[in-house]
Nanobody, 118 residues
C-alpha cells in the first residue's frame, strides 16, 4: 500500500515562504509522477505543479515564478517551495502520486493546511 504524508503547512504572512514536504512509502517512488494540488473549502481540487520521473516540471500559470517543485529519490520525498505567498494561496495542499501523466494519480496524502494572512 502506498502512503503519502505531507508536512510543512502553517500560517505565514503575505510575501512569506513555506516549504511543503511529502514522504512516500513505496519502493517504486522513482517510477511515480508526483504532483501537488490544492483545495479551498467548498471548491474543487486544483492542480498546482508536477514533476516527472526524470525531473521535468510543470506549473499552473498562477504559480510560475513563485513555486518550485522538486524531488529527492534517495529520500522518497517531493517538495514544494512556495515563495511570495498571497492570501489567495490559502488552501489545503495535497500530494499526489501516480504512474501516468496528464492527470492525478490514484494516491493522495491527507493534506496540509497553508494559511496566508497578516
Amino acid at each position: 500500500q502506498v502512503q503519502l504524508v505531507e508536512s510543512g503547512g502553517g500560517l505565514v504572512q503575505p510575501g512569506g515562504s513555506l516549504r511543503l514536504s511529502c514522504a512516500v512509502s513505496s519502493i517504486i517512488f522513482r517510477s511515480f509522477v508526483m504532483g501537488w494540488y490544492r483545495q479551498v473549502p467548498g471548491g474543487q481540487r486544483d492542480w498546482v505543479a508536477s514533476i516527472g520521473t526524470g525531473g521535468s516540471t510543470n506549473y499552473a500559470d498562477s504559480m510560475k515564478g513563485r513555486f518550485t517543485i522538486s524531488r529527492d529519490n534517495a529520500k522518497n520525498t517531493v517538495y514544494l517551495q512556495m515563495n511570495n505567498l498571497k492570501p489567495e494561496d490559502t488552501a489545503v495542499y495535497y500530494c499526489n502520486a501516480g504512474i501516468a501523466v496528464g492527470g492525478p494519480g490514484p494516491y493522495w496524502g491527507q493534506g496540509t493546511l497553508v494559511t496566508v494572512s497578516s
